[in-house]
């Protein structure tokens, strides 16, 4: 009976063993720029596909890129420069569940540096707020914000609403010029501008940006991909892992517009 004992117990932990190391075998892809197949089937990878990490991967675009996770393992950009070691290195080569790397969301806390939260590739949602210090930069109905960008030979000055002394960037009112929605890859670059209306008006630039206008519902499955394979890591970590991800792929966003649309859309909380 006890020698019975032992192989029931030594099968089930080998099945154990092998479930797991199966776990830590495969990575489901989150996102790709350019083209990779898989060889054995020619399939490409696309979001939410899962592959064994000895599969051989052909990068048919050299520069191609691939943001791919496993739940034990984390989170891996995976490239042609780095094919060969990550099937060949030993599992401790990418972060354990409990070391998954955490890069700080940026977190703006100065009112007063506005070019710290819009710079460079800036991503913009349904809906961007940003922090004002209204002792410098009073918002009423003489004194206000707007963003200004060219297209086609045009200047177009865009006045931006307020609440209190919370900017509000809305996507939609940006890209609609003259009653029809313009095309937002024709816009690179923003400025922000403050306008003080008195005897004469003054024209202050705040700063300037190149504005990121993502899919949201495709950056919303990515985004899903990550969470759902984080299912056993915490808030933090999970935050922190989106924001890396969404600065490899797409730009800078601050913690208050991250945090508040993982809320609203994707129901993350907390």
Request: hydrophobic share 40%.
């Amino acid at each position: 009976m006890n020698a019975m004992k032992k192989v029931i117990l030594f099968l089930l932990s080998f099945v154990f063993f092998v479930s797991e190391a199966n776990a830590q075998d495969y990575f489901t892809v989150i996102k790709v720029n350019g083209n990779i197949v898989i060889e054995r089937t020619g399939n490409p990878l696309g979001t939410g596909t899962s592959f064994a990490r000895n599969e051989n991967l052909l990068f048919r675009i050299p520069e191609s890129r691939a943001a791919v996770i496993n739940p034990e393992l984390g989170r891996f950009l995976l490239t042609s420069e780095n094919m060969d070691e990550f099937k060949n290195s030993k599992s401790n080569f990418l972060p354990s569940s409990g070391k998954i790397r955490t890069r700080s969301v940026k977190t703006v806390t100065d009112k007063h540096n506005l070019s710290a939260q819009l710079e460079d590739n800036y991503l913009m949602l349904a809906e961007n707020r940003i922090l004002i210090d209204t002792a410098i930069y009073p918002m009423n109905s003489k004194d206000f914000f707007y963003l200004t960008f060219d297209y086609h030979n045009k200047t177009i000055n865009k006045r931006l609403t307020f609440n209190a002394d919370t900017l509000i960037i809305r996507q939609p009112e940006l890209l609609a010029v003259d009653g029809s929605e313009i095309p937002a890859s024709d816009i690179k670059q923003m400025k922000l501008i403050y306008y003080q209306e008195g005897d004469s008006f003054v024209l202050k630039p705040v700063c300037s940006f190149s504005p990121v206008f993502a899919d949201l519902n495709v950056l919303w499955k990515e985004i899903s991909i990550i969470i759902h394979q984080m299912e056993m890591n915490t808030y933090e970590e999970k935050l922190n892992e989106i924001n890396a991800f969404i600065q490899e792929f797409y730009g800078s966003i601050d913690e208050t517009n991250l945090k508040r649309w993982l809320k609203e859309d994707l129901g993350l909380n907390q």
